[in-house]
């Protein structure tokens, strides 16, 4: 979906490394979110975000940090990446509150750390 | 952890056949929701049924959800080459609604 855009696309880093991964969305939708997708595991959540000022830990934060600096950008950091965080990223936006919370995702972010 | 569980891990037709995938889950929801995923891309949502409802018809698509078994169903029919992809099924309960997903159903369709 072109209105929720990450970068990079793909990224190979060593352990040990900090890396950022950048979600924006032109969606104009409040709630921001990012999962991680690992072969026979289907989505886990990660940290999501209700609004600017409201960052919530997901199934899976540690080892990871997020910022939401605007609306529209919500931001990934591993602060010392190791291999089992080898996986596909993913940042998903829906719209503001209520029910149901129908997700558009982002193309994704393959991570290897080598 | 998954709340809602997909069945088949993976399922392989012929185009034209109809493909039905299930999901189980275990406490009582708000909604389900099906999304699809094409090979390492961002998942799209096809569809969402609510706890009231028992069935809910998109196109070729066609979902059905039975809360006294804790069960819905993912029929596609007619399918073709293009329905190739993953299926994941998405419950949400309590109030946030955030939907958590399963470990998907992999489907190839055979031109």
């Known amino acids: ?114 | 952890s998954q709340q809602g569980e997909e069945d088949p891990q993976a399922l392989s037709i012929q185009e034209g056949e109809n493909a039905t995938m299930n999901c189980s889950y275990k406490t009582s929801i708000n909604n389900l929701q099906w999304y699809r995923q094409n090979s390492g891309r961002g998942l799209v949502h096809l569809i969402l049924i609510r706890s009231n409802e028992r069935e809910k018809h998109s196109g070729r698509l066609r979902v059905t959800l039975d809360t006294s078994k804790k069960s819905s169903s993912l029929l596609i029919t007619a399918s073709r080459a293009a329905d190739t992809a993953s299926y994941f099924c998405a419950t949400d309960a309590g109030g946030s609604y955030i939907p958590t997903f399963g470990r998907g159903t992999s489907l190839i369709v055979h031109p």
């Open chain 1, 1 to 114: 979906d072109a209105d929720v855009t990450q970068t990079p696309r793909n990224r190979i880093t060593k352990t040990g490394k900090r890396i950022m991964l950048e979600c924006s969305q032109t969606k104009g939708h409040d709630r921001m979110y990012w999962y991680r997708q690992d072969p026979g595991l289907g989505l886990r959540l990660i940290y999501y975000s209700f609004d600017v000022k409201d960052i919530n830990k997901g199934e899976i934060s540690d080892g990871y940090s997020v910022s939401r600096q605007a609306q529209a950008k919500f931001s990934l950091s591993l602060e010392s990446a190791i291999p089992n965080q080898t996986a596909l990223y993913f940042c998903a936006t829906s719209a503001n509150g209520g029910s149901p919370d129908t997700q558009y995702f982002g193309p994704g972010t393959r991570l290897t750390v080598l």
